[in-house]
């Protein structure tokens, strides 16, 4: 999507070769106008596949979830990285590793808001590792939902994620996938 | 906002005296079209309010600033409850003591993504005893923006945070002001 590249190109900030700051349009201060016109390219991407139900992830996910949620004409789940005292125990939950944070968590969702006829579709600010999309792809499977596919911003295609899940089957679409970047070269998209 | 309030006794779930859940639509499974409807009326309450920044707080907040956001025509910014290794040290902060989860916490804002000619709107989903409002006004304060105001979805009026920011001179909207409730007798609304 060369509108979203023409944006991390601008205003992103590498540091090192391993982490992008975004932080000026995606995952702190966010530009809604951009997540709308990704969430219609997310559309376009997956039309035909019959979404009823986008499943993200608390924080940065949320935004661009609810906002492609309008183009889809379907509600947002997000799963939880802590269980809250007003969530009841009858949730679907897996582990998760955070390599950003250096821990592990549960992330939960309700059983009352997947169901085996629903067609899901992830969505998230990030794919590095892939982590989190694992740990929501197993929350889909645990509900018995189907898996359409995941819906990515921004691919670090130099680290294993996209790769891995692309070989066990799952289908992700990423508006731009970074092949290479450095604090001296900038970034090397992959297309 | 009659919408909203129809949905509140419809599909919220009452426990005790003070625990409303609307998970079903508001803060775990997301019903983007009532946010959409909900952010339209924040538009109208605020409207000549010149709002250029709408700041909410992680995690339920950030799917109804950001569907609001679209009809102020603004970015959103979040407040991040914890500090990430990706944020800089270079924040504003303010200490919010959750009830809910029984702890407190810091909120921290870029530095970089509040300024003193912003105009400020905070958007949340509830309001009861004002911990996250106070914290989000203190964080537009140390920038020196001007805060507009708070819309809120979901106002616990039987609790203090209302009266008291009003007190200070807050402007606070409510979509639905809650005046009492119970598992018996429903929910009592205070207008």
Chains 1, 2 share one sequence.
Not at 154 to 164: T, V
Request: aromatic fraction near 6%; hydrophobic fraction near 45%.
């Amino acid at each position: 999507m060369e509108l979203l590249k023409q944006r991390i190109r601008e205003d992103g900030v590498i540091k090192g070769t391993e982490v992008l700051k975004v932080d000026s349009f995606l995952n702190h201060q966010m530009d809604v106008e951009l997540f709308d016109a990704m969430g219609a390219e997310f559309k376009r991407r997956f039309s035909g596949c019959e979404v009823n139900k986008i499943l993200t992830i608390e924080a940065s996910g949320i935004g661009i979830a609810c906002l492609a949620a309008r183009h889809f004409g379907c509600p947002v789940v997000f799963a939880k990285k802590s269980q809250s005292r007003n969530i009841s125990d009858n949730v679907f939950c897996a582990k998760v590793e955070s390599f950003t944070h250096g821990k592990v968590y549960d992330v939960v969702v309700s059983r009352e808001y997947l169901h085996p006829e629903d067609k899901v579709l992830l969505i998230d600010d990030f794919l590095a590792n892939g982590e989190a999309l694992r740990g929501l792809a197993a929350i889909v499977a645990q509900s018995g939902a189907q898996l359409v596919g995941a819906g990515i911003v921004i691919e670090k295609a130099f680290q294993p994620g996209g790769a891995n899940l692309r070989a066990q089957g799952m289908r992700v679409e990423s508006l731009a996938r970074v092949a290479a970047m450095s604090e001296d070269e900038g970034i090397t998209f992959a297309d």
